[in-house]
């Protein structure tokens, strides 16, 4: 570790205000020198950012020294092994106990930090998260919630599952609307969320058994939990106006969010393209460059980048592996608003009362539960 001195847990920290962010320093498809860059970024933009970078000790100094606003700002935590995109979740558990992504986690599960941020392999991290935070008391599956640029007032709605898990029954699925509501009541500030669960019509009578079983029991649950659902919703809603929160299995997610990258990556390849065809076109795009940069802003990916580990005793924001300085950046700006918003002792709080809500275990636990969970604002 350099400096030298053990890291104060971060509910201990001498400033109030300070927000300790552990990260994966060695995870990226770019190497370190992104991860760094990123850091500083965030630093920069935000004066109560503390970071405990883990890895390689040698090359993160050499980049930290090259950042000012790092300064004073952070401790290096010497993890010489890395996980390599390859790398099966099996074979890390067992094996991956020097490795930077292992020690990143470790911080968090010690209450050295409150958040931890990596760009590595999605599997791997996952596995290592349930296995040293462990999943929240009453959680089935944990999973995966990205936000998604959408044309509600706030900018984006939260879609999850992006990829924990390919399976998901009728409970899962509650427990999802569960969790994207509380995510997106501390992550978008939004006080009663919309939920809506993705199907392949909005009809009553359409989808699998477990999508209908899991549309009663969202609609059952709804008023308890303090969100609206709205009921089945279509691709075409993931970046709508109908509801905040859309809830799907871990398969469908990930195909959605890697088409919508996909598809955002092409229109603006498309757009440079029209817009570099002649002379006039080049000129159309000079006249329009403030207006051009502002649409290029609102479908980049970079600016949204992190996906949030849901259902874990502690916090997790997976960045995407190729994410430049931009987008490290932003995983780190996520993870500093969940850890100052309390996030994750509000969602143990709504997982809890969900628990006896799904149970048939009489109504004195379901007030009790329900009760505890406003309390803590969930």
Known sequence: MSPTQTPTPASETPQAQRVVISVDA???DKGPAAIVAGCSRAAKADA???FLLHGQQRALETLVAAKKHLQGRCQIIDAPGVVSMEDKPAQVMRTGKQTSMWS??????????????????????????????????????????????????????????????????????????????????NGLDIARPRVGLLNVGT????????????????????????????GFV?????????????VTDGFTGNIALKTGEGTASLIRDFLREAFNYTPLSRLAALLAYTSLKRLSARIDPRRVNGGVFLGLNGTVVKSHGS?????????????????QSGFNQKLAARISAATMLASDTGETETEQGDSAAQEAGA
Do not use: H
Request: charged residues 25%.
């Open 26 to 28: 060695m995870g990226s």
């Open 48 to 50: 109560s950012i503390f």
């Open 104 to 185: 990143a986690l470790e911080s968090v599960r010690k209450g050295e930090a409150t958040v931890c941020v990596s760009c590595g392999n999605t599997g791997a991290l996952m596995a290592l998260s349930v296995i040293r935070l462990r999943k929240i008391p009453g959680v089935y599956r944990p999973a995966i919630a990205v936000l998604w640029p959408s044309r509600n007032p706030q900018g984006f709605n939260v879609m999850l599952d992006a990829g924990a898990d390919i399976r998901a029954d009728e409970r899962d699925l509650l427990q999802y609307a569960l969790m994207g509501a509380s995510y997106a009541r």
């Open 203 to 230: 009809e009553e009578f359409k989808g699998r058994a477990e999508i209908q079983a899991a549309n009663d029991l969202i609609a059952e649950n709804a008023a308890t939990a303090r969100f609206d659902y709205v």
């Open 234 to 246: 279509e691709g075409s809603d993931l970046p709508g106006k109908r509801c905040d929160v859309i």
């Open 323 to 339: 994410a430049d300085a931009t987008g490290v950046s932003a995983a780190i700006k996520l993870a500093v608003q969940l850890a």
